[in-house]
């Protein structure tokens, strides 16, 4: 039974940590067109607010409150997107907001707007407080805000999330499930056998993900992994078996999600492809449903070629990996 599950685990790990292993640390186009994107929608309210105030003046104090409320949450995000398009092209920078505010002006005419698409506009605003704003601006603005650049769980915990479901179609296996994530955490799907979903970090740009991965243990009918095999494996001799070729284990432990007998283990591991090799640092958990092998790999990068990535270390990431685990929802055991 252990030497089955070893030989899973291992082919899990090894597609793993390929899947994503060179993403940029750099301001890309990409991301300059968000920022543009979500700074345009930032003005564009502000102006629109400031026009409603003066016109309708009976409503003033609401559209008031709603710009400062919107301000507390998402201002110090603006902050930082100017403070980094500053940073690596002023110029160019000062010159497009410029052309959006006059492009707003001349867009924007609020003579055209009664009194109640005035105070209708009032209230979307404070409802985008919430995050209910179209995609891809309200990932840029959480991207953005420094408390959940330094603590990456309390985007998750203050309800910033995406809900992944599957019906268990494909590399599900028939094992339909939900998983929550950041709402910054993009869900991709793995381009690579047995991984159900990814979700990188960054809105799909950076270098941290979460992967899920299912795969079929060949067991005898009516045989199932118990808590006595997880502890079996849990040895420090077994538990070797499951981390890479030169991987060094950091801790481990048992754990039970779902109900299911499972096992977490942490360790670290260097992998080079073509010219350069990376540093990842990686916590898997395992849980077994039926004769089925779930696996939850959080994966941090931290060198390349040696050079730090200087993102914060998997510390950083590990609470929220912890959060991203727990709310997997295995829908076939409620029916």
Known sequence: MKIIIRQISMIFLLIALTSNAFAEIKLSNALAKDIGQAYGFYLGQNYSLSKISKKYPSISGLAFIAEKEFSATFKSSIDGMDALMAKYAKNEWDKIKKQLTTQISSSINIDKIS???????????RERV????????????????????????????????????????????????????????????????????????????????????????PLQPGEKITEKDVLEILNPKDIQDFIPDGGVYLNSGKLTLESLPGFWVHFKTNMSRVRSTVGMETIMYTIFYENKMIQIQGQVMTSINGDPADRGGFKKYEKLFDLMTNSLVIANMYK
């Open 115 to 125: 009194e109640t698409q005035a105070h209708q506009f009032v209230e979307l605003v």
């Open 130 to 217: 919430k995050g209910n704003i179209e995609s891809p601006v309200i990932e840029t603005l959480l991207l953005f805000k420094p408390g959940y650049n330094n603590d990456p769980e309390r985007e998750f915990l203050d309800g910033f999330k995406y809900k992944y479901s599957t019906n268990g179609v494909g590399k599900a296996k028939n094992v339909a499930f939900s998983i929550e994530s950041p709402k910054t955490w993009v869900a991709k799907e793995g381009n690579r056998p047995n991984i159900v979903q990814k979700f990188v970090s960054e809105n799909g740009r950076g270098l941290e993900l979460l992967l899920i991965l299912i795969k079929e243990v």
